[in-house]
């Protein structure tokens, strides 16, 4: 019996690579979900990285999935802890993770001196802010900010011991390892909040394109090299809102810079293309060199994107969750099929066309079944 | 309310092992303030 981790990596990596499989790949998109599926909550996994690993990793002993897109709690929850705010937080259901509503941070008249000098604006303004208990006095205020430090610190470095037991426990590699990176107009968009965000667009259009300029060099790639596997994770949440010609003028220019930066050094960068971007805008992606991107796609036509964009970017094929919930096992089996013998098995792989996050967002069975048809479905 | 925390850097600093370049810590600090704005 072979290496199955290192078989699993091969098969993952052969579909970027667009080398035939013969089969389909599959990833678990188990985000929080799998908290659920463990029978645990999230407050659980914050008790101890052994407890969280323990946790997220159940459905994969139970299930045979090649890859994992996510391994563990992606937020420094228990940072927050000591700051009286939580950009995110858990939900009733102690497992669904949600972003909190009034996370803005960038005013109207702020933004001139925010794009001067990002970090300068962050550390003197911002951050005191979003965080109450950094308001108060000293010694208080500083005491907060240790113990929210020694924690952010402890979850940057988890990954570490998260790979490690996808290696040697769960025998499944993650899709995406280190720090992810975002394209500046996705950051933009967090620092003003939506609306304001796409509101600048309109009236003001210069001053975000400085501003998305000015936080290139946070997202830029900070490694020497980059793996031609495990890939570089990049959710992409704003593109989805901008028509053609925003997106082409404002958002891209920047984003490409970004993404180059970790092309340049060997590294694939897994996209997210989150929402529906429309062809207009993925085949931007084209501009790439082959087998550099890999598109995971959730609303957008998989079929046409293969077309567009398939020669030179691997796509995932986004499973419908609703099927997964709502569907019989033989109509999941039926539409795993079908979708592999149309879309085929180079350059492509299956995920979900959501994350799934809370409990009840898939069949566990049917997700099971469909591992396993994957499996044991050659062409 | 606005409030500087530049002053709390030297502190911040010293959570980190002794050895470490200065450049490093500092790299480091600005990963911490950073990620408190995502």
Redesign the interface.
């Known amino acids: 019996m072979g290496n199955v981790y290192e078989e699993k990596r091969t098969l993952m990596s052969n579909a970027a690579n667009h080398v035939d499989t013969h089969q389909m790949p599959i990833a678990s998109m188990a985000q929080t979900w799998a908290i659920a599926y463990a029978n645990s909550t999230l407050d659980e996994c914050l008790t101890s990285l052994d407890k969280e690993i323990e946790v997220y990793g159940k459905h994969l002993l139970d299930m045979d999935f090649d890859s994992v897109f996510i391994f563990g709690v992606n937020r420094?929850l228990n940072?927050y802890k000591h700051?009286g705010f939580a950009?995110y937080f858990a939900s009733p259901d102690g497992v669904t993770l949600q972003a909190a509503d009034n996370t803005a941070?960038l005013q109207d008249d702020e933004i001139e001196r925010f794009t001067r000098d990002p970090?300068a604006f962050?550390?003197?303004?911002?951050?005191?802010?979003?965080?109450p208990a950094?308001?108060q006095d000293s010694p208080k205020?500083?005491e907060a900010?240790?113990a929210?430090?020694?924690d952010?610190?402890a979850w940057?470095q988890a990954g570490k011991k998260r790979d490690k037991a996808l290696k040697k426990v769960y025998q499944t590699p993650a899709l995406a390892s280190g720090i992810p990176t975002s394209p500046p107009f996705d950051?933009y968009l967090?620092?003003r909040g939506f609306q304001k965000a796409i509101v600048d667009l309109r009236r003001r259009p210069e001053q975000v394109k400085e501003a998305c300029e000015a936080l290139v060099p946070?997202f830029t790639a900070t490694e020497k090299s980059y793996p031609d596997f495990p890939w570089v994770m990049n959710p992409v949440v704003g593109a989805t809102y901008l028509n053609p010609k925003q997106f082409e003028e404002i958002f891209w220019p920047t984003y490409k810079k970004v993404l180059d930066s970790y092309i340049e050094k060997g590294g694939k960068i897994l996209v997210a293309l989150e929402g529906k971007w429309g062809k207009e805008k993925y085949r931007f992606f084209n501009d790439f060199p082959a087998n550099s991107i890999i598109c995971f796609l959730e609303d957008d036509d998989p079929f046409e994107a293969k077309e567009i964009i398939g020669d030179r970017c691997a796509i995932s094929y986004p499973f419908p969750v609703a099927l997964l919930k709502h569907g019989s096992k033989e109509e999941v089996i039926e539409h795993a099929k079908q979708a592999i013998d149309k879309i085929g098995t180079t350059g492509v792989f299956f995920a979900t066309d959501k994350c799934l996050m809370s409990p009840g967002d898939v069949n566990p069975e049917n997700y099971r079944a469909l591992a396993e048809f994957c499996h044991e479905y050659h062409v | 309310?606005?409030?500087?925390?530049?002053p709390?850097i030297p502190?911040?600093e010293k959570?980190l092992p002794f050895f470490l370049p200065k450049n490093v810590k500092e790299n480091?600090?600005?990963?911490?303030?950073?990620?408190?704005?995502?």
């Open positions: 420094p940072a700051l950009p941070i970090s962050f550390r003197e303004v911002a951050i005191a802010r979003r965080y950094l308001q205020d500083l900010m240790k929210a430090a020694k952010l610190m940057l950051q967090c620092y946070f | 309310m606005n409030k500087d925390l530049t709390m502190e911040l959570l480091i600090i600005n990963m911490v303030f950073f990620a408190l704005t995502l």
